[in-house]
């Protein structure tokens, strides 16, 4: 390992802890995918932008890696723990169409959405529905010990195993109002194994089992797939909050049941907070469901998401909010413009900068990926003057393999973004921009205004003396 030592808060102790791989030559990293009923929310990808730093820090500091992020296309009801309809086949109800086609459809979307936020692809990105049989044949190992069988299916009897709850702080009021009753379960925090496809009803993903035919529990996956593609016992599990209450203290009881031990699997459990609108624009019940694709059709760089993020440490609230997002979008304009300037310089040849700033970054992120606290270096590092522009440029490399903010690729045109509702091209706006300096050198401000007026109207705002040199921005 290069640098300082890896500090991570561990949920399960809740306590930072030194970072001490199991096996240095392969990091083993979990980390809990999307269902893909729909697209992914923002507030799904916070998830994947956090777990992408901590991946980035890793193989930074020199360890291989092998990451793995689930794709859960089956197994998820519409509540957290047990009643309610599968998520993935109330959706094919819902929209007629097959629920093979839908889970394509959306992991492609999520996909799609990891190269926009420019998070490196996991190792793995496994199906639930590929693990099925490996699902039932770990229901057999632990059923006679730990489960129960109901009329709707297996369940796991959560006080046959140590400590259960112990992530979650133990089982407070607000988690059990999250578990509805299901008739005749011993104990609330009783969770599904498998569920049985009720009499008369037929679904579109259904396999046949011990306990009749029907569809593995939603927690049993993780447990499943964690351990196929990384062994019984691994590094880091990384997920959202939300997980740490039911999600993942199931997931850790059916591993101490299957190894009958007190082991939870992963060594670290790290959780990222949620995105929060305090403003309520971004609800599902104001029609904005907020997806990446929405913030491009507004006219935001994905990466202006990616770097309002950063801003926030990963255990924090993000506030999100239309002015915030600005801001983000202003600061990588901001950092594009700087490199740029560097780029214009003829920067020749880096003979080797001084290791301050590499320094400030690893002590930064070695701290719990604190990266509200790196963006600042970034910033001194790219106006330090006493650097050369080669060595300036040849640092942004690194920042650029730990932060993954494309600074070194990224382009001022590229960060144009043009929003859904505009009706102008950029040519007509690089015409009308042109008319508008020639008349203002003219001292034609009453045509300079003109035309102004009329730019204002299509959506586009002239920014006068922009610092930045950006001239223009679509508004709609």
Known sequence: MTGAPLILYNSLTREPETFRPLDPSNVRVYSCGPTVYH?????NLRAYVFTDTLARVIRWKGWPLTHVINITDVGHLTSDADAGDDKMEAAARASGRDIWAIARHYTEAFERNLAELNIVPPTHLPRATDHVAEMIAWGEAIAERHCYLLDDGLYFDTSTVPDYGRLAGGQ???????????AGK???QDFAIWRRTPAGEMRQMEWDSPWGRGAPGW?????VMSRRYLGAAFDIHTGGIDHREIHHPNEIAQNQAYCD???????????NNFVVDRGGKMSKSSGEFMTLDRLVERGFHPLAYRLMCLQAHYRSELDFSWENLA??????KRLVHAVAALRARDPGVAK??????????DAALSDDLNTPRALPVVDALLADKRISAADRLALLDEVDA???LGLATLTREALRVRPAAATIDEAEIAAALEQRRAARAEKDFARSDSIRDELAAAGVEAMDGDPLGWDWKITI
């Open 39 to 43: 697209y992914a929310h923002i507030g």
């Open 172 to 182: 407070d009021d607000a988690a059990h109002a999250r578990i509805e009753a299901v």
């Open 186 to 188: 011993r104990h609330p």
């Open 219 to 223: 927690h049993l996956e993780c447990s």
């Open 261 to 271: 031990c007190a082991d939870t699997g992963a060594q670290i459990w790290m959780h």
């Open 327 to 332: 801001a983000a979008q202003v600061r990588l």
């Open 352 to 361: 080797g900068a001084p290791t301050v700033y590499r320094d400030q970054l």
């Open 402 to 404: 730990l932060l993954g």
